[in-house]
């Protein structure tokens, strides 16, 4: 029928058809995301090949009390939409015909007898929002059940909890300062060792898994053991890419998602934009995407969250897994072939995939570099012994991965907690189900200013704050869910984490003691623990430096981040930024609890740290490294000398043209 009405060339169609006998997707679906054939084409050959009618719901709206019998969310989800009720007969439109027959025994008995006409999936979903966007709102804003969400807290009662600590703090350092000083500096020593102790089991955690994945390389490659074969075929997968004031949407991020090696037609990437985002929305006008990027746009509504935008979003996925990526994103090529593969693999409880995080950036400052530091420590380290570890774990903003009926089963995301990431890890947990760590690195641009880098980590730890008092608002029914190891390690993991942060001063304040300086608590620390008082607290200290250190050599210690050995030890003078984040987030929590501080991006462009080859005349290949004037042999020259390269200044296009040495052609 397409080949008669001329609505597609033979070739593609050819293509197309191949393609359907190998992916469980329809072959609409196939011809739609590679741009074969046109939406309103593919729908003239449908209602031929189907003997019914084709419906427009601008023109003739649907009836939105069928809507309402069924639900807007399951009609999004489906692709379908209950349009009139004629003569005792309930006339439902979808854009997916060969899934409709499976869907009619979920109908409500109210609607009778069904029959079923077309639209695109396009049209259904405007058919739905048309009479329903508000409560599909709502419900984005609502999803988490009130006691397990940051929209419930007593704002009074926060704020006078939090001032009545303030000044009981007050007037104790000034009437019994050395007690107050005292309790502050216990409190600070234990949450330093449990988070030392925790980094240390999570450290010999991660040697063992790794140990148990070589020994298994080791196997395959020997064939000692058959490799698990995947069988079937591959998943639909949607990932939501959520956007707001990115100008260059249709440039630079299609293009770092064009790297994909996913099948197109089983790639559902879907942009969400703030309906109030006029610089995203200018970006996108005129933008020609791709078949498989579409484009959602959430209403304005009390909060603007990315959480909130997420639940919104989820309702127009097509897939059974649930992904996310940041604006600045640049996944892997083969990420979403290995997402594919472990959830095919792994056990049924297993409802979230977490990738690594790194930045393409880190030789842009001092700071850049310490942050990529701890994102290799946290993603490479850390994460992976915690999930080891059986604890919780609080979920990175990107590179997530659900299978979709757990993330809806527990109410998707808060749409009022600035780290809505963590406080999912929490509530999965709660209910049973588990995280793994997999193989897969996305590259996004480092914070590397000071200002914006304090009021990113206060919205981290300030949701940080919020969600460990939610999950505390019964803690006997938490030790329950957790049970007691997961129970000890949340608090070391969220309560520990941000008192660290809070009282890093008090401890900082025993420095004076080595140096011969006069401290008010030399003499009580004296008269309890004798002579061994300044050896015991600086042995506390230094143990738990060398630990940080050893950790972070190790997460560092492969080529892509070798070159950042040397500036490990310089952490002890990176921490302290988060001391005044930690402050400022408290400050937040209490008088802006639902302020979300968005980092600026696009300061580094992520094309400056791409790779270019630079052959010298017979002898050997270099890579530059997007540094002014560095350059190094890669590895297939380990005999050929460093050869300067310079980078002349960006000119109007973008590019940097190499100006190379007398013996080199760039």
């Known amino acids: 029928m397409l080949l008669e009405d001329e609505a597609v060339d033979p070739g593609n169609l050819l293509k197309a058809v191949v393609m359907r006998q190998r992916q469980n997707v329809r072959l609409g679906q196939i011809l739609l995301s590679q741009g074969w054939v046109t939406p309103e084409a593919l729908l003239r050959a449908l209602t031929r090949q189907w003997r019914t009618s084709a419906i427009d719901p601008i023109q003739s709206p649907p009836d939105p009390r ?109 009437l019994t300062p050395v007690a107050v000083l005292s309790v502050l500096t216990i409190w600070a020593t234990i949450s330093l060792i449990a988070q030392s102790g925790l980094k240390l089991a999570a450290f010999r955690a991660t040697l063992a898994k790794n140990a148990e994945d070589q020994a298994l390389r080791e196997a395959l490659a020997s064939r000692a053991v058959a ?9 639909l997968i949607s990932v939501m890419v959520p956007l707001f004031k990115e100008s260059d949407v249709a440039g630079k991020l299609v293009a770092r998602l064009a790297r ?42 009390p909060v603007q969250t990315k959480p909130r935008a997420l639940n919104y979003a989820l309702n127009f996925c097509r897939g059974e897994i649930i992904g996310i990526w940041d604006a600045e994103d640049r996944p ?48 490479r380290v850390l994460l992976p012994g915690v999930a080891r ?93 957790l049970g007691a190891w997961r129970f000890i390690g949340f608090q070391i993991q969220f309560f520990g984490a941000l008192s660290q942060y809070l009282l890093a001063p008090v401890l900082w304040s025993f420095w004076l003691l080595s140096l011969g300086l006069p401290h008010p608590l030399r003499a009580p620390l004296q008269d309890v623990l004798g002579g061994y008082a300044t050896v015991l607290l600086f042995g506390t200290f230094i143990i738990s430096e060398l630990i940080s250190i050893a950790v972070g050599m190790w997460a560092v210690r492969g080529k892509k981040h070798r070159h950042l050995l040397a500036w490990v030890p310089g952490m002890h003078f990176y921490f302290p930024l988060g001391c005044l984040a930690g402050w400022k987030a408290i400050y937040e929590v209490v008088v802006k609890p639902f302020y979300w501080d968005k980092t600026a991006h696009g300061i580094y462009d992520a094309t400056e740290g791409q790779p270019v080859v630079v052959m010298l005349e017979g002898t050997a290949t270099v890579e530059f490294l997007g540094q002014i004037g560095e350059a190094r042999p890669t590895e297939d020259a380990a005999n050929c000398d460093m050869w300067p390269v310079a980078a ?9 043209p190499l100006v190379a040495s007398e013996r080199a052609t760039a």
Request: hydrophobic share 40%; aromatic share 8%; net charge neutral.
């Open 260 to 301: 994909l090696d996913y099948p197109r037609e089983l790639t559902d990437i879907l942009l969400v934009i703030e309906a109030s985002d006029q610089v995203t929305r200018k970006a996108l006008d005129g933008a020609t995407l791709p078949g498989w990027i579409r484009v959602v746009q959430v209403p304005d509504g």
């Open 66 to 174: 069928l809507i309402d019998a069924l639900g807007a969310e399951f009609c999004l989800r489906h692709g379908i939409l209950p349009w009139r009720r004629i003569g005792g007969v309930t006339w439902v439109a979808t854009a997916r015909p060969e899934h409709f027959e499976a869907l009619t025994p979920q109908f409500p008995a109210s609607f009778g007898q069904v029959r079923m006409v077309l639209c695109s999936d396009e049209q259904a979903q405007s058919g739905v929002l048309a009479t329903r966007r508000i409560a599909l709102t709502r419900r984005a804003e609502l999803r988490v059940p009130a006691e397990e969400s940051c929209r419930t807290r007593n704002e009074a009662r926060t704020g006078q909890i939090a001032m009545g600590l303030i000044a009981l703090m007050v007037a104790g350092l000034c």
């Open 227 to 235: 490799a698990p074969e995947m069988t079937g075929p591959l998943p």
């Open 648 to 656: 002349a200044a960006e000119n109007g296009t973008g590019t940097a």
């Open 389 to 481: 570890l059986g604890l919780v774990v609080p979920l990175g903003g990107t590179t997530l991965f659900f299978r979709r009926q757990p993330l809806e089963d527990v109410g998707a995301w808060d749409a009022w907690n600035v780290t809505e990431d963590a406080d999912l890890g929490v509530r999965l947990a709660r209910r049973g189900w588990r995280t793994e760590i997999i193989d897969t690195t996305t590259d996004e641009e480092a914070n590397c200013r000071a200002l914006p880098w304090v009021k990113q980590r206060s919205r981290w730890l300030k949701g940080y704050a919020m969600t460990w008092g939610v999950h505390m608002r019964k803690p006997v029914v938490l030790w329950r869910e």
């Open 332 to 379: 892997d090529p083969d990420q979403l072939h290995k997402v594919a593969r472990r959830f095919h693999f792994a056990p049924p409880d297993v409802a979230c995939l977490q990738g690594a995080l790194d930045y393409y950036n880190p030789r842009t400052n001092w700071l850049a570099r310490c942050f990529t530091i701890e994102y290799a420590t946290w993603f």
